[in-house]
């Protein structure tokens, strides 16, 4: 059974920072496009990054670039998502999915299989 598990959600003040993490299990993720979502309150799920098998390749929503970090270990089936400088606009529950693609990708359905997702809250 495949199974994506997020971790490393919380709360935090602006300005500060949060690392999540999503482990796999059931299968091996290294071949795979990796990525990150989230959906705000009454908002849609939005992409957020995304990061190729080798990690070689990352691409950012506009939002977040030069804030948030996506990196993964293939050794540990482990994508993920540091979170610098957040303010308000990013809480959100944030989910891990993972794609049958092997060129990074921003569009959800091209992501087969999701996590729980975790929960951030950014306070003012």
């Known amino acids: 059974q495949v199974q994506l598990i997020e971790s490393g959600g919380g709360l935090v003040q602006a300005g500060g920072s949060l690392r999540l993490s999503c482990a796999a299990s059931?299968?091996?993720?290294?071949?795979?496009?990796m990525g990150w979502f989230r959906q705000a309150p009454g908002k849609e799920r939005e992409f957020v990054a995304t990061?190729?098998?080798?990690?070689?390749?990352?691409y950012y929503a506009n939002g977040v670039k030069g804030r948030f970090t996506i990196s993964r270990d293939n050794a540990k089936n482990t994508v993920y998502l540091q979170m610098n400088s957040l303010k308000t606009d990013d809480t959100a529950v944030y989910y891990c999915?993972?794609?049958?693609?092997?060129?990074?990708?921003?569009?959800?359905?091209?992501?087969?299989?999701w996590g729980q997702g975790t929960q951030v809250t950014v306070s003012s």
């Open positions: 990061i190729s098998g080798s990690g070689g390749s990352t």
């Open positions: 999915a993972a794609s049958h693609f092997l060129i990074t990708t921003t569009r959800e359905h091209d992501y087969d299989y």
């Open positions: 059931g299968r091996t993720f290294s071949s795979n496009v």
